[in-house]
């Protein structure tokens, strides 16, 4: 059963806390399939997604992520990746220095609700060595990772982080 989206959005939290309980595969199976569905400029899809069960690559990832323990300790790691050049191929430069980022970004948002409409915890990751990431998954040339995201049942449910107020972040033009 999945939650109503805009409980969604205001209930997900990043989550750096797992159980050990394994993640069903065909739950994994629709997150991916619910990040496929995520807008991209053009209808591109320049996204390219690599679900990590294995122990030893998951902590691979972990230290290519300034040794973020918590990635490795979860079940299960989704890595985001992007092909540029399938957005440049159609909007040249802002295709793959924009474009390409803001379909995957699109793409990572989605697999963070779902999961959470799932009932599981996940995390955008960013902070990682690209180049260490690529060795550890043998990416094809091309292909840049974009996000870690750890996925699993959370130990704790995190406290909602401060928001600025509206009025700090919106310009209404008439």
Do not use: H
């Not at 040794?67 to 802002?94: D, H, L, W």
């Not at 793409?107 to 060595?129: E, K, M, P, R, T």
């Amino acid at each position: 059963m999945t939650k109503d989206v805009i409980d969604a959005i205001l209930g997900r939290r990043s989550v750096r806390s797992f159980k050990t309980d394994p993640v069903p595969r065909a739950t994994m199976g629709r997150i991916i399939d619910a990040a496929r569905w995520a807008p991209s400029a053009g209808n591109v899809q320049p996204w390219q997604f690599f679900v990590v069960y294995n122990d030893g690559k998951k902590q691979e990832l972990a230290a290519a992520a300034s040794n973020q323990t918590f990635v490795s300790q979860a079940p299960v790691v989704i890595v985001v990746c992007v092909k540029p050049e399938m957005c440049g191929a159609r909007y040249r430069e802002r295709g793959r220095k924009l474009y390409a980022i803001q379909d995957s970004a699109a793409a990572v948002q989605n697999i963070l609700l779902s999961a959470f409409g799932y009932g599981l915890g996940s995390c955008w990751v960013g902070a990682f060595d690209e180049t260490l990431v690529m060795e550890a998954l043998e990416l094809p040339s091309g292909t840049i990772p974009v996000a870690l995201i750890p996925v699993g049942y959370p130990a704790e449910e995190p406290v909602p982080p401060a928001r600025r107020p509206v009025e700090e972040i919106v310009q209404v033009l008439e």
